[in-house]
């Protein structure tokens, strides 16, 4: 066993711990070590394997949608250039702010200088803050789709772009006024021996607002009016295709009617025929009726062959119809996940 004593306090820490201190500014500006934060050597490698395990996963699933997107043919389209963007924010927040994150977890103190602090937190702000406007840009992007025809169509690379440098531009200005002094000089790391965000009241609803709370509430709305928009053309597209399947059934039925006109039409000479053939001996009556058989057979054939094919082309159709909506489901369904847990 060991003893760690200060002036106001003695305490005991096992042995096999490992401890860290809590620091306290005092009256003569000077570093007051509390006393000691203990953890055991388990926690301390449960917390670091945990977190180990969380970055590498981030890491790794950010640098697969980076790589599919920038190999597979199908996915380069402009609609995943916000996706490509979303996930290099959150590579970046994986490589360059979650390691210190972890370190400043475990040890409880900063160790490095109070301009690394406000670079880290800015950094660690920019990228989380371009995170969840990206999600909005994809929203909104994903409601132009719905809502008007020819967006799809009309959907450009600059277009796209410039939402992209929208998102980053406003998630700069956000991140960088702790930076130019919008802060508390009370917390200073060097000092306090932590390295938090700005804890000044105007500049934590600035952040809070324009980087949360304020894009959440869009992407709320937004998903909700797709919802609407998606059931109304939902609706209407069942209405439409009854209305198709009781037309296609009336003109079936229009058609059978005139090919059994047509058919009696022509079957009536033969009976004519048929009812002389005693005159002639009673062979061309029945080569007549050989020839009707063979153009009531061909022309049975040929009748089914022209309602089959409709048939084939919208079932096709409909095939198609049900794939894309399948993916557009799924899309949604990843969308509402990613938007969930990053809320959450």
């Given at each position: 066993?060991?003893?760690?004593?200060?002036?106001?306090m003695?305490?005991?820490?096992?042995?096999g711990s490992?401890?860290?201190?809590?620091?306290?500014?005092?009256?003569?500006?000077?570093?007051?070590?509390?006393?000691?934060?203990?953890?055991?050597?388990?926690?301390?490698?449960?917390?670091?394997?945990?977190?180990?395990?969380?970055?590498?996963?981030?890491?790794?699933?950010?640098v697969?949608?980076?790589?599919a997107?920038?190999l597979?043919?199908?996915?380069?389209?402009?609609?995943?250039?916000?996706?490509?963007?979303?996930?290099?924010?959150?590579?970046m927040?994986?490589?360059?702010?979650?390691?210190?994150s972890?370190?400043?977890?475990?040890?409880?103190?900063?160790?490095?200088?109070?301009?690394?602090?406000?670079?880290?937190i800015?950094?660690?702000?920019?990228?989380?803050?371009?995170?969840?406007?990206?999600?909005?840009?994809?929203?909104?992007?994903?409601y132009?789709?719905?809502?008007?025809?020819?967006y799809?169509?009309?959907?450009?690379?600059?277009?796209?772009l410039?939402?992209?440098?929208?998102?980053?531009?406003?998630?700069l200005?956000i991140?960088?006024?702790?930076?130019?002094?919008?802060?508390?000089?009370?917390?200073?790391?060097?000092?306090?021996?932590?390295?938090?965000?700005?804890?000044?009241?105007?500049?934590?609803?600035?952040?809070?607002?324009?980087a949360?709370?304020?894009?959440t509430?869009?992407?709320?709305?937004?998903?909700g009016?797709?919802?609407?928009?998606?059931?109304?053309?939902?609706?209407?597209?069942?209405?439409?295709?009854?209305?198709?399947?009781?037309?296609?059934?009336?003109?079936?039925?229009?058609?059978?009617?005139?090919?059994?006109?047509?058919?009696?039409?022509?079957?009536?000479?033969?009976?004519?025929?048929?009812?002389e053939?005693?005159?002639?001996?009673?062979?061309?009556?029945?080569?007549?009726?050989?020839?009707?058989?063979?153009?009531?057979?061909?022309?049975?054939?040929?009748?089914s062959?022209?309602?089959?094919?409709?048939?084939?082309?919208r079932?096709?159709?409909?095939?198609?119809?049900?794939?894309?909506?399948?993916?557009?489901?799924?899309?949604?369904r990843t969308?509402?996940?990613?938007?969930g847990?990053f809320i959450?």
């Amino acid at each position: 066993m060991s003893n760690f004593t200060d002036s106001n306090m003695s305490t005991t820490i096992p042995s096999g711990s490992l401890f860290t201190t809590d620091l306290q500014m005092t009256t003569q500006g000077r570093v007051k070590i509390l006393g000691p934060v203990i953890f055991s050597v388990e926690h301390l490698i449960g917390t670091s394997v945990v977190l180990g395990i969380m970055i590498l996963c981030t890491i790794v699933g950010n640098v697969f949608v980076i790589a599919a997107i920038i190999l597979e043919k199908n996915l380069q389209n402009v609609a995943n250039y916000l996706v490509l963007s979303l996930a290099v924010a959150d590579l970046m927040v994986a490589t360059m702010v979650m390691p210190l994150s972890v370190v400043s977890v475990i040890s409880r103190v900063w160790f490095l200088n109070a301009e690394m602090c406000d670079m880290w937190i800015s950094f660690d702000v920019l990228c989380c803050t371009a995170s969840i406007l990206h999600l909005l840009a994809i929203s909104i992007d994903r409601y132009w789709a719905v809502t008007h025809i020819d967006y799809v169509r009309n959907r450009t690379a600059k277009r796209i772009l410039i939402m992209i440098a929208l998102v980053w531009i406003i998630a700069l200005c956000i991140s960088i006024p702790p930076l130019f002094g919008w802060k508390n000089t009370d917390n200073n790391p060097e000092i306090t021996g932590e390295c938090i965000i700005s804890q000044d009241h105007g500049y934590t609803i600035f952040s809070t607002v324009g980087a949360f709370y304020l894009p959440t509430l869009l992407m709320m709305i937004i998903y909700g009016k797709i919802f609407m928009v998606a059931r109304e053309r939902i609706r209407r597209k069942r209405f439409a295709q009854m209305n198709k399947i009781k037309m296609s059934q009336a003109a079936t039925m229009n058609t059978e009617t005139t090919a059994l006109t047509v058919r009696n039409h022509k079957e009536s000479p033969s009976r004519m025929d048929v009812s002389e053939g005693p005159c002639n001996g009673g062979s061309s009556g029945e080569h007549d009726d050989n020839e009707n058989s063979k153009l009531r057979t061909n022309g049975h054939v040929d009748e089914s062959t022209v309602h089959m094919l409709p048939r084939q082309l919208r079932n096709a159709k409909k095939a198609k119809e049900k794939l894309e909506m399948k993916r557009e489901r799924k899309a949604a369904r990843t969308l509402a996940i990613i938007t969930g847990a990053f809320i959450s």
